[in-house]
């Protein structure tokens, strides 16, 4: 009789003592893996929110270093500092009277939904737009439902960011820059 050896990796909450890894049984594993639920009741997490019971206070070193962070009732609440600015969209339609038109220097990102780096600059350029509110105008362009005005400028990569002054472009950032290299940018051009 051949015996089958599996190892299996099980998650675990942090304040669990950490169990031995070593190739077991499949019969095995799974008694092992079913007593341990039963002998111990995991917090249920749902979003920003921790639901515990009087059975997942008791976890001991775990619970009390959590108890810093959690809101009232045991909850963990949300910690954001600040409310995101939303930088408005630009389409082909106005284009010319929101850019080309400003008495302004304006920034606009070239992105798109599905573009991964795009998404991380976006915080940078709302931080941006609200650091530099009274100074600049700020848009944002999606290069899937304009890919004309993407073409005209050349946008052959995104995130791309374009500054204008009095119409003409002055500069060109291309990818996910850090927020120093954009700033440093703008200020170029105030």
Known sequence: MATVLESIAVPRASGFSRPAVSPVTASSCLSSVSARRRSR??????????????????????SRN????????????????DVAVDVPSVTAETWKSNVLESESPVVVEFWAPWCGPCRMLLPIIDELAKQYAE???????????????????????????????????????????PKTTLAASIEKFL
């Open 41 to 62: 009741a995991v917090p249920e997490f749902k979003g920003l929110r921790m639901k515990l019971t009087p059975e997942t206070r008791s976890f001991g070193s775990a």
């Open 66 to 81: 959590q108890s810093s962070r959690q809101g009232r009732n045991g909850r963990i609440v949300c910690e954001a500092q």
């Open 135 to 177: 100074k600049i105008r700020v848009y944002k362009i999606n290069t899937d439902e304009c890919p004309s005005v993407a073409s005209d400028y050349g946008i052959r990569s995104i995130p791309t960011v374009l500054i204008f002054r009095n119409g003409e472009k002055k500069d060109t950032i291309i990818g996910a820059v």
